[in-house]
T-cell receptor, first 113, second 115 residues
């Protein structure tokens, strides 16, 4: 199993550009999450999904969109990138409501200039 | 929303000694989970230990143990016999049992292990 994979690892965007951060898991997990980690801070939840076709907002959803058309994939879309979106983005997944552990991807470092 | 507070931005410990990292949280829920995650320079998030709120017994995992005080909403991590490989950022996290099982993270404690 590859676990949770994220692409790209690094990206530099200009202000106003758009991009999609990819996240995939091969563990057949139902729950998936997107977090951002600003320098010196903890992780904050952007969006989450409890299954294909179901998504919901977390603490900091503004400026982002997600979709979940398959169990495996959970892409995060940034529209009109802003410097405030400079961060490290983590995707995570877990089996379901009764499972304890989240499995994290390696992260994507995004810089908006 | 739940909040998680880690009041120690940085801590240091001598190799082979014991160190305790503090965490407090605020919630109106009666049942939940608490976690400690380790994040080394590689950025990979690694689960260290978890605690179910309904359990009175403190969780232990080898050299790692917690002191869970539910009434005080306190969840500290004790690392015994500290090793150089323990050096990392440590995050305390709260997991709600509500829809989506949302996780809330503290701001982290940077642990340095001195040889």
């Amino acid at each position: 199993n590859a676990g949770v994979t994220q692409t790209p690892k690094f990206r530099i965007l200009k202000i106003g550009q758009s991009m999609t951060l990819q996240c995939a898991q091969d563990m057949n997990h139902n729950y998936m999450y997107w977090y951002r980690q600003d320098p010196g801070m903890g992780l904050k939840l952007i969006y989450y999904s409890v299954g294909a076709g179901i998504t919901d907002k977390g603490e900091v959803p503004n400026g982002y969109n997600v979709s979940r058309s398959t169990t495996e994939d959970f892409p995060l879309r940034l529209e009109l990138a802003a410097p405030s979106q400079t961060s490290v983005y983590f995707c995570a997944s877990k089996q379901g409501a009764s499972s304890y552990e989240q499995y994290f991807g390696p992260g994507t470092r995004l810089t908006v200039t | 929303a739940q909040t998680v507070t880690q009041s120690q931005p940085e801590m240091s410990v001598q190799e082979a000694e014991t160190v305790t990292l503090s965490c407090t949280y605020d919630t109106s829920e009666s049942d939940y989970y608490l976690f400690w995650y380790k994040q080394p320079p590689s950025r990979q998030m690694i689960l260290v230990i978890r605690q179910e709120a309904y359990k009175q017994q403190n969780a232990t995992e080898n050299r790692f143990s917690v002191n869970f005080q539910k009434a005080a909403k306190s969840f500290s991590l004790k690392i015994s016999d500290s090793q150089l490989g323990d050096a990392a950022m440590y995050f305390c996290a709260y997991r709600s049992l509500g829809t989506g099982n949302q996780f809330y993270f503290g701001t982290g404690t940077s642990l340095t292990v001195i040889p």
